[in-house]
């Protein structure tokens, strides 16, 4: 039986200086963000189809590895979100396997996916991140919890954003207004991992910005300002289309325009990251540009940001992903 | 479509040019994260115990084949042609002979088929739903036909259940009670037999209660009884409609005695009832699949259905079973679940302070999944409670389920020990049926 996310499918011929030869696009999983992974996957492979390039789509599952050994791709693209994907496990096999692929080796992935260990890079490399702290539940256990959770409402203030420390799409995230709804979100985030990260709660203007490398050096793309309707960019304001606005280039001087990408292709470097990554920022009202993290595979789905920022570049999405695609492939 | 321009022009965009003309009713439309976890609980490396999925692997697939064969080799182009809104007669006659074995004397011609029995909640509640009508339902009740409800902007009014279900004491103060607000009260929804989240039936000794109680008045009962041949013993309880001809609308499906794929199912309404259902699903689908309706009909001229019946009975016997023995050696003792005599479900209650909804993304890693209490409940009630499905899960699998999700909720009251109570409904509502203590007989 043929695998339900296996097909096949050329729409043009491949024009020169593309990739020749079957690009594999990996999406699903089995992380939290498997049902955002597909539609990312589904995104990009379309986009490459469109220009002429052979690609299949696929799952990870226990088929996986015998199909690469058997018939192994021009490139892989791996646009798993969540643990897996972006931790840098699949790159770490695909290393071995020794096919190419697009983005960020599994060093520069593992730190740039754990948020605690990211901002202390972000730190060194003198990129602003806020104020936080990094708990296991087991700290609260041992110590109480009360006890805890105030000194840090005392330390850090309100609001606080509350995360685990591995994860993405904002699962399990909640804005803390009030002492009394922090025990909540700290439940909500060890729902999804083991580690919660508590960060003072930056006020202030939303942004993402794509970093691309074509082969000719990393490249900041436009700046896109995210505007939730709720105010606060969280699963539904991500994934359901009309629940938020998007303004690129964003509404910024070209000062601190120019800063968010200095910024992001500051953070891009200090990872060691390679070909793609997104960069989510805040700017605040004293026009500090705050680092919140770093993405190593960016959601291409119809709502996410990496599309309309090449959008607003004036790129064709299909034949910037190639270009990367292209790029990785001479690894 | 997109107002992001190219080239350095500041544009801006909602990604969906439409936002601002949908229907009110689509408010409620939204990406959800509940919703994506269940993606990953399509994954075989999951156990989901979150669907509803009958399990027809033992249906008699070279049987079926064949009828379809003969069906398109003797009557193909009737068979994919248009057909009467209504349903064919034969079905009809045929649906009349099944709800006899409920003590329902029914003509065919007041019987209308329709795309599974959800499509009949569906037609029921367009014909007789305004904005801000009340609907009684169960204290849980089924998603799909509470979806349905909210479509149609109905308000839902939740009735208590305990195990012997709906309660009529309770039905009485929610009729007096809405009646006192000046509501208007279209229909109470009660699914009488093997409850769906709850796993309960309707004692027989309620049914006259039922009935009267909603006589006197004056309020029709949307009986909806997918489940009703699925009795473990083998028992089949009379139904409402059959004792109640005018006052009951009847909903009857195949989904479960036969397979979901074909989507027939049907309402047996009284005479003018039926003749607006009919125009409704005119308008809806025109008429609903005569290739269906014939091959369910070849089905059940040429095999032994209620043969099969009796094998589906005993296999989800078995995995009841099977569910019921892995709570009992696996789940705390603060935890509380019936142990249901027929249909798909059993319902658990959590220990109190443990909130279902919240637990799941942890269930999901642990790769197990469930359905939280809160999809029952139009009234944001449930949580300390989730609905486990043991229909479809091979019994092996059923058992490491619970296994894990016992872990999940070990890890879970511990994590809640250290922070409190943290969810602003934790416990039950009014009403909430919750689940009786734990006990095999």
């Known amino acids: ?331 | 479509m997109s107002e992001i321009s190219p080239g350095g022009t500041r544009g801006s965009t909602r990604l969906d040019h439409y936002v601002d003309r949908y229907a009110a009713r689509t408010e409620g439309m939204k990406a959800s994260e509940v919703r994506a976890l269940f993606s990953v609980a399509s994954r075989p490396e999951v156990v989901s115990l979150a669907g509803g999925m009958p399990n027809i692997s033992d249906l008699p697939l070279d049987v079926v084949g064949k009828g379809i064969a003969d069906l398109i080799a003797h009557d193909g182009p009737t068979a994919m042609q248009y057909g009467s809104g209504q349903g064919t007669p034969e079905l009809r006659e045929q649906i009349c002979e099944v709800m006899r074995l409920e003590g329902i004397e029914a003509h065919p011609d007041d019987v209308v088929v329709t795309v599974g029995s959800q499509q009949a909640v569906d037609l029921v509640t367009r014909i007789f739903c305004d904005p801000g009508d009340v609907v009684l339902c169960e204290a849980p009740s089924y998603l799909g036909a509470l979806g349905v409800f909210r479509a149609y902007e109905a308000d839902i009014v939740h009735v208590e259940m305990d195990a012997d279900g709906l309660v009529p004491e309770a039905l009485e103060q929610a009729i007096a009670a809405t009646k006192a607000a000046g509501r208007t009260i279209k229909f109470l929804y009660t699914i009488p037999n093997y409850h769906n989240p709850a796993g309960i039936s309707l004692s027989a000794e309620r049914r006259p209660e039922i009935l009267r109680i909603c006589r006197e008045a004056d309020i029709l009962i949307l009986e909806d009884n997918p489940y009703g041949l699925l009795g473990f013993d083998g028992r089949i309880h009379r139904a409402l409609r059959a004792d109640e001809p005018e006052g009951v609308i009847y909903l009857g499906s195949f989904s479960k005695t036969f397979a979901p794929g074909f989507r027939v199912g049907w309402a047996l309404a009284p005479h003018a009832v039926r003749e607006k259902l009919v125009l409704a699903q005119e308008s809806a689908t025109l008429c609903p699949s005569a290739f269906s309706q014939m091959a369910i009909s070849r089905y059940l001229e040429n095999h032994d259905w209620l043969g099969q019946v009796e094998a589906f009975r005993t296999m989800y016997k078995e995995r009841r079973d099977a569910m019921v023995s892995a709570l009992e050696d696996f789940m705390p003792a603060t935890c509380r679940w019936n142990v249901p005599t027929g249909g798909f479900y059993v319902w658990l209650t959590l220990p109190p302070g443990i909130d279902a909804k919240a637990m799941l993304p942890r269930a999901v890693t642990a790769r197990v999944a469930y359905v939280p209490g809160t999809a029952f409940f139009a009234d944001g009630y449930g949580s300390s409670s989730m609905r486990l499905s043991f229909c479809y899960p091979t019994p092996e699998r059923i058992r490491e389920g619970v296994r894990r999700l016992a872990g999940v909720l070990e890890a879970e009251m511990e994590l809640r020990a250290t922070f409190g109570a943290t969810g602003p409904i934790p416990t039950l509502r009014a009403g909430e049926y919750d689940a009786p203590s734990n006990d095999l007989s």
């Open chain 1, 1 to 331: 039986m043929p695998h339900p996310l296996e097909t096949t499918v050329t729409e043009n011929p491949a024009p020169s200086g593309l990739p020749t030869g079957r690009i594999v696009v990996l999406a699903g999983g089995l992380s939290h963000e498997r049902d955002v992974s597909l539609r990312s996957g589904r995104r990009v492979a379309e986009a490459l189809r469109s220009v002429g390039l052979e690609v299949e789509e696929r799952d990870v599952d226990s088929s996986l590895l015998p199909a690469l050994l058997a018939d192994k791709p021009a490139c892989v693209v791996p646009m798993l979100h969540g643990e897996t994907g972006e931790d840098g496990a699949i790159r770490e096999v695909l290393d071995l396997v020794g096919i190419p692929y697009v983005g960020a080796p599994p060093a520069a992935c593992r730190v740039a996916f754990d948020k605690p260990v990211a901002k202390i890079v972000a730190g060194r490399a003198g990129i602003s991140t806020p104020e936080s702290v990094c708990l296991p539940a087991e700290s609260f256990r041992e110590l109480g919890a009360t006890a805890v959770m105030d000194l840090i409402v005392e330390r850090l203030g309100l609001p606080l954003m509350v995360k685990p420390a591995r994860s993405g799409s904002a699962l399990g995230c909640s804005v803390v207004r009030s002492a009394d709804q922090l025990p909540a979100a700290m439940v909500s985030a060890y729902a999804y991992g083991t580690v919660a990260l508590l960060e003072r709660f930056v006020e202030g203007t939303e942004v993402a910005v794509p970093v691309i490398d074509t082969g000719d050096g990393p490249e900041a793309l436009p700046v896109v300002e995210i505007r939730p309707d709720g105010g606060v960019y969280d699963y539904s304001a991500r994934y359901t289309a009309g629940s938020t606005t998007f303004v690129t280039p964003a509404s910024l001087s070209d000062e601190l325009t120019a800063e968010c990408q200095r910024v992001a292709l500051a953070a891009h470097a200090a990872f060691g990251l390679r070909d793609l990554s997104r960069s989510d920022l805040i700017v605040d009202s004293e026009g500090t540009v705050w680092f919140l993290e770093v993405n190593v595979a960016p959601g291409f789905t119809e709502t996410s940001t990496v599309p309309l920022s090449v959008q607003a570049q004036g790129a064709d999405l299909g034949e910037l992903v190639a270009s990367v695609v292209a790029a990785a492939s001479r690894r």
